[in-house]
């Protein structure tokens, strides 16, 4: 259907593994291969597909999310994340092993970003104080770290005009060459599609996210009846404080009144008792 034939298991194991390596050193390695094989399969790009649907995937319906088209690996949910503007940030696929998101960047005609970028990443994760390390995967090299809150993979795969980055993360140990949650990643990047349209876009610049319509709906509806709960959160908070002071003032014994001064014809009694 795309004019690739599938990678072979043995291929798709990783051929290398770098432990903490200085990353020049890395770049200058020859068992890195950064380019990718003619055997492999996707990402794909949209004008590459035969078929008239590109939402129809290998073994099921892809999710169209505009600049990316990704297949939903089985048993997966989605999970978006807004930006502070209120539009879609990214789409996590979670899975029970952990999550997996698929973006699609802005790149120039020739490859090599991806590259770049997986140097720079490294580097951000050292300052960190997270141990890194670079692996062989079908796209080339692979990002392998270790956070504090979780385990890492990225995968890129440098395209004609885009640069697709495959985040992995998960619990510790998800994330090693051959986990259960690495595999889900690469056969849903296998199946991606990237939509990079014919806007220019600086390079770098994250491709835009756009939910389908059914998801959208769906969303607002949902972030409208949190709003309306919030508000009637807040109502009730005020009703229950004014209720609250009102039971605390009854509870309180009431002030007995100062009797008034008595006034003579020279003043009041103090003043009379100062003379």
């Excluded at 029970?96 to 973006?103: I, K, S």
Aim: proline share 9%; charged share 25%.
């Amino acid at each position: 259907m795309f004019g690739r034939k599938k990678k072979s298991d043995v291929d798709e194991e990783p051929t290398g593994f770098f432990e903490d390596e200085d990353l020049d050193q890395v770049d200058d390695a020859d068992d890195v291969d950064d380019a990718v094989s003619e055997e492999s399969e996707g990402p794909y790009d949209i004008a590459d597909l035969e078929s008239d649907d590109p939402t129809a995937g290998r073994s099921g319906q892809r999710l169209d999310l505009g600049s990316v088209l990704v297949p939903m690996p089985p048993g997966g949910q989605l999970q978006v994340e807004m930006a502070p503007n209120g539009s879609p940030q990214a789409v996590h696929l979670v899975t029970e092993h952990g999550r997996v998101t698929v973006a699609a960047y802005a790149a120039p005609k020739s490859p090599g970003q991806w590259r770049e970028v997986v140097a720079e990443l490294a580097q951000s994760l050292r300052d960190d104080n997270s141990p890194v390390s670079i692996e062989n995967g079908p796209w080339g090299r692979e990002l392998v770290a270790e956070t504090a809150a979780m385990d890492l993979r990225f995968i890129g795969v440098d395209g004609p005009r885009w640069m697709v980055r495959c985040v992995v993360a998960g619990p510790s140990g998800s994330t090693a060459a051959g986990a259960p949650l690495v595999a889900i990643a690469r056969d849903i990047l296998r199946d991606t599609v990237v939509n990079r349209g014919s806007e220019p876009h600086p390079v770098r610049t994250p491709l835009p996210v756009v939910l389908p319509q059914a998801l959208a709906e769906q969303l607002a509806a949902a972030h409208e009846q949190q709003l309306v709960a919030q508000q009637q959160a807040a109502a009730q908070q005020q009703v229950d404080q004014q209720i609250a002071a009102g039971q605390q003032a009854q509870q309180q014994p009431p002030t007995p009144p100062v009797p008034p001064q008595r006034r003579g014809e020279s003043g009041s009694a103090m003043q009379q008792l100062g003379q």
